[in-house]
């Protein structure tokens, strides 16, 4: 009997051993389900040849990511060692203790230069200003506009155009424009429409989408740092813009109302739309051939400035983070050292990531290499993004439950929409101690 | 011939010569499943009621502070949840009655001698069979505005079922209605093949009318088994979720389960959502305690 038993400890032993020494050579990144994960699993793959060390990127689809995510980090659990997470998460994952604090490894490479300024900014540091950092800026990203070139070429539109507008048909330069196109090929009998614009409001497109509008006519969501809201998000500019995004709405294909990237990507390649907005990173969808029968005729152009020659757009994009609950934390961090190399960054932009390396960004050679990087790398010098403080999502349900009906539903004017807006936030910050 | 309503042990078997009497047979099997239900749903739910007197969220380390009834309060008070009341119970009307009036049409129409019967009803039974994501996901293909089938066979041209704030509700419940009208339609199959044949030849003696057959027969005897299949169909709209998440995202058919869910699993409110869950459960309990005694009163008769 006891040698029985003995033999059994000796065989559970045996299985946990090698079970720990497996798990040592392995990691699990968790990220959304969309191409760029799928070109950082063939960099990764590298990473495995290079140092034995197998890396999985595990994704899950965009609807679902937050949620998978912090059930995951409120469990306290093991299953990710690292995650490419949402900018607005930095709050929530650092004062939450889920994130691994990267400070010292971000002084020790000197990343804040090494990066890119507002990618450090938005995708690294929490709270704004404090030098504190949760996370390696990965995916570079901002919203950005792809529209038919055949569309905008085409002499008779282009005559018809410039008899009614008065000046030419071209890529819009400012948001009048942008309104004036939208209008110009919007023509249902055709099934032909204007523009295709994000609606969705169970997380962040739609808001992405109105954040476009708001900080090119010179509008802020708030003070950052004091977290007044009243004066900013209903400033006059702020409900101009949200006009103007209203106004868009007009010009969209039908049934537009509950679109994120999908259907805005759908719009180009189904030939619905003469303009998509969208994030860069689906941007390569649009010029592969078996993916867009219009991929020749597709253009990209970066988001239009407001009325008074502001110009910013919305920020994606994810930092890279360690999970706090990570068993493999020191294997995680090799990983990361590995990742900001020089020679890494590259091939991770020529893989189809947008990197946010400075030097790779600034490179010729990256700025030529497709139609859209140079837009892209004029736009992430001009970027800004949603709250990050740990209730973001409160404050996104709060915006989303007053300017969708507005501009969907048509309910009620811009300016009582976001009034509402600056009380329900202003009351949130009160509740979360961050306003008196 | 009498049976046992306990099969006694037979004292040649393993189990009697191990020992084991009927007592502890019993108990094998029913104290695992007590256990059961006591981890997995008696303890959360006890757990989830002390969560709705604090301010507890899941996505912070910070202590659980207890608030006593601040979370009840505000929910109460708060003007959009009344608007997911609004529209859950004009869901719960539209859906579930569209469900009865459909269900028991069938049911009459076939509770009658037709060729292929039984392959009709099966036939029938398929929706109810599919997951409600997928059914969400090809309705959503049926009312699309541009291709959808549903608006190239009713001419309606580019109608906008899902975009359009006043009809996404109406589009949802219609889906319900197809999905779950078979079932209300089987019950009442159930029912109305126990109706005794003689009420009816009885009733054609006296040279009843039709719709006097029907309200004095048929409907008071097979009212008990409807009324069940509507406490169902209540209980299951008052809480649908998948349908009209997957369908459309208007604030206008932002149901109470979609509402509970984004406030317990996307903003992390984890005390809050607590607390507009059992105010959900009590409004259910509410509901069907209702419809029970109307069921008790119903047999009465």
């Known amino acids: ?436 | 011939m009498t049976t046992d309503v306990i099969t006694r042990l037979d004292p040649q078997s393993h189990a009697a010569k191990r020992g084991l009497s009927d007592l502890s047979i019993r108990n094998l099997f029913i104290i695992p499943t007590i256990l059961f239900l006591i981890v997995f749903n008696i303890f959360p739910l006890l757990y989830s009621l002390y969560y709705s007197f604090t301010d507890f969220r899941a996505s912070t380390n910070a202590p659980a502070n207890f608030i006593g009834l601040q979370n009840y309060r505000e929910l109460l008070n708060d003007p959009f949840i009344w608007n997911n009341f609004v529209i859950t119970a004009k869901y719960v009307i539209v859906s579930v009655a569209g469900q009865v009036v459909v269900g028991f049409g069938v049911a009459l129409l076939l509770n009658r001698d037709i060729p292929y019967k039984g392959l009709i009803t099966t036939l029938l039974l398929l929706p109810m069979m599919l997951s409600m994501a997928v059914v969400g996901l090809f309705w959503k293909l049926l009312y699309d505005p541009s291709f959808g089938i549903i608006n190239y066979a009713l001419g309606l041209g580019t109608f906008e079922w899902l975009a359009n704030p006043d009809m996404a509700l109406y589009a949802v419940a219609i889906t319900d209605i197809w999905m779950w009208s078979p079932f209300v339609m089987l019950l009442s199959l159930a029912g109305l093949s126990a109706v005794p044949k003689h009420l009816y030849e009885a009733a054609a003696i006296d040279r009843a009318g039709s719709l006097y057959t029907f309200f004095r027969i048929t409907l008071p005897l097979v009212a008990p088994i409807l009324m069940i299949a509507i406490i169902f169909r209540t209980m299951e709209a008052f809480k649908t979720f998948d349908l009209a998440y997957i369908l459309t995202s208007q604030p206008t058919t932002e149901v109470l389960s979609i509402r509970l869910y984004k406030m317990a699993f996307q903003e992390w409110q984890t005390g809050r959502s607590c607390a507009l869950a059992y105010i959900m459960l009590i409004v259910v309990v509410a509901i069907t305690n209702i419809y029970v005694k109307y069921l008790n009163k119903v047999k009465e008769r």
């Open chain 1, 1 to 436: 009997m006891r040698r029985k038993i003995a033999g059994i400890v000796a065989g559970i032993g045996l299985t946990l051993a090698s079970g720990t020494s497996a798990l040592a050579q392995e990691l699990t990144i968790f990220w959304a389900e969309w191409d760029p994960a799928n070109y950082l699993q063939e960099l990764v793959n590298e990473y495995e040849a290079e140092t034995g060390v197998r890396v999985t990127v595990e994704t899950t689809p965009w609807s679902d990511f937050q949620t998978k995510a912090f059930t995951e980090f409120n469990a306290r659990g093991d299953a990710y060692d690292l995650v490419v997470g949402d900018s607005q998460w930095l709050g929530a994952g650092s004062t939450g203790g889920h994130y691994v604090d990267l400070t010292d490894f971000f002084k020790e490479h000197n990343l804040g230069e090494v990066m890119a300024p507002a990618t450090v900014k938005y995708y690294a540091e929490y709270p704004g200003n404090s030098g504190k950092y949760w996370a390696i800026p990965l995916e570079g990203d901002a919203v950005g506009w792809s529209y038919r070139t055949d569309w905008f070429e085409d002499p008779k539109e282009m005559e018809a155009f410039k008899a009614k507008y008065g000046y030419d048909l071209a890529p819009p330069k400012d948001w009048k424009q942008l309104r004036d196109i939208a209008e110009f090929f919007h023509r249902p009998d055709e099934k032909r429409y204007g523009v295709a614009i994000y609606t969705d409001n169970s997380y962040d497109a739609l808001v992405m989408g109105v954040e476009n509008a708001i900080f090119s006519f010179g509008g802020e969501l708030g003070n950052y740092e004091t977290y007044e809201v009243e004066g900013y998000i209903n400033s006059d500019k702020a409900v101009a813009a949200l006009e103007a995004y209203k106004e868009l709405y007009q010009f969209t294909p039908p049934g537009w109302a509950k679109t994120f990237f999908v259907e805005n990507n759908q719009a180009i390649t189904e030939g619905l739309a003469a303009m998509s907005m969208n994030y860069f990173a689906f941007f390569p969808a649009l010029l592969n051939e078996a993916t867009n029968p219009h991929a020749k005729n597709t253009g990209f152009f970066a988001n239009p400035a407001g009325p008074d020659g502001d110009q910013f757009a919305a920020l994606g994009g994810q930092g890279i983070s360690i999970v706090s609950y990570s068993q493999n934390k020191e294997e995680a961090m090799k990983f990361l050292e590995w990742f900001i190399r020089d020679d890494v960054q590259k091939r991770w932009a020529e893989l189809g990531g947008y990197t946010c390396h400075a030097k790779t960004l600034e490179s010729e050679e990256f700025r030529n290499a497709t139609p859209y990087n140079e837009a892209f790398y004029q736009t992430m010098f001009k970027v800004k993004d949603f709250w990050a403080v740990p209730e973001f999502a409160e404050l996104l349900q709060q915006i989303n439950q007053r300017i969708y009906p507005y501009i969907v539903g048509g309910e009620g004017t811009a300016k009582e929409a976001l009034d509402a807006l600056a009380v329900d936030w202003t009351e949130t910050f009160k509740k979360y101690d961050r306003l008196q």
